[in-house]
């Protein structure tokens, strides 16, 4: 069966260190994906897009790698703030029908 | 400024009552998802629309309808055979121009609890 996973439901992390969050999965052939943030008791805010084709993708202190070889991705956020704590949802497409199926979201707390 | 509502942000449903969630979009987008998050889990599709008077079924359809009347608008409904309707129901929009999936705008939930 088709299976997204992300590391370890929460990862704490000290400020100016990098994040690392990993999303795997099993049994898909992702075009793209795409990782979210979600703060508590809001909906999630779109973060960054990569397609199969691309290795990585870079916006300001966020980088996104997709490993199509390992179904892996992995997200980092370098000089880690406070401000950037939040969960993360990785998100793969399922083609055609422009539907997105949702990892269940690692929680970042970075400590001051 | 252009985005996604929805409201109530908090509703109570009473046994075998029917709710009705709201969902409005300014963003001329085409599509419209509603997804139901519980705790722990990932976000799970209960419902999409990509035209007008068009939708289809998700992953969790059932205990749920929805309708299309207008682009702006994607009313979700709980109904009574729902047996575990208790979560946070989002509702996201989307372009469908280009290829692959742009990326969903989600209003900021509804939270339903059982009474």
């Given at each position: 069966s088709q299976k997204i996973e992300q590391n370890s439901e929460a990862l704490n992390i000290q400020?100016?260190?990098?994040?690392?969050?990993?999303?795997?999965?099993?049994?898909?052939?992702?075009?793209y994906l795409q990782w979210y943030r979600q703060d508590p008791g809001r909906g999630p805010v779109f973060l960054l897009l990569i397609r199969e084709n691309e290795k990585e993708?870079?916006?300001?202190?966020?980088?996104?790698?997709?490993?199509?070889?390992?179904?892996?991705?992995?997200?980092?956020?370098?000089?880690?703030?406070?401000?950037?704590?939040?969960?993360?949802?990785c998100a793969l497409d399922q083609g055609s029908a422009r539907q997105l199926t949702f990892g269940s979201g690692t929680q970042l707390t970075v400590l001051p | 400024d252009g985005g996604i509502t929805q409201s109530p942000k908090y509703l109570?449903?009473?046994?075998?009552?029917?709710?009705?969630?709201?969902?409005?979009?300014n963003l001329n987008h085409d599509a419209m998802y509603w997804y139901r998050q519980d705790p722990g889990q990932g976000l799970r599709l209960i419902y999409y629309s990509q035209i007008v008077n068009d939708f289809q079924k998700g992953d969790i359809a059932e205990g749920y309808s929805v309708s299309r009347e207008k682009k702006e608008s994607f009313p979700l409904t709980v109904t009574s055979a729902q047996k575990n309707p208790t979560a946070f129901y989002l509702c996201a929009s989307s372009n469908l121009t280009g290829l692959g999936n742009q990326p969903q705008h989600f209003g900021d939930g509804t939270r339903l609890s059982i009474l």
């Open positions: 400020e100016g260190k990098t994040a690392t969050l990993t999303c795997n999965y099993t049994n898909y052939s992702p075009a993708k870079r916006k300001e202190r966020l980088k996104v790698t997709f490993d199509t070889t390992l179904k892996q991705s992995l997200f980092h956020i370098t000089a880690s703030q406070p401000a950037d704590s939040a969960t993360y949802l | 109570f449903r009473k046994e075998g009552q029917n709710v009705t969630l709201s969902c409005e979009q």
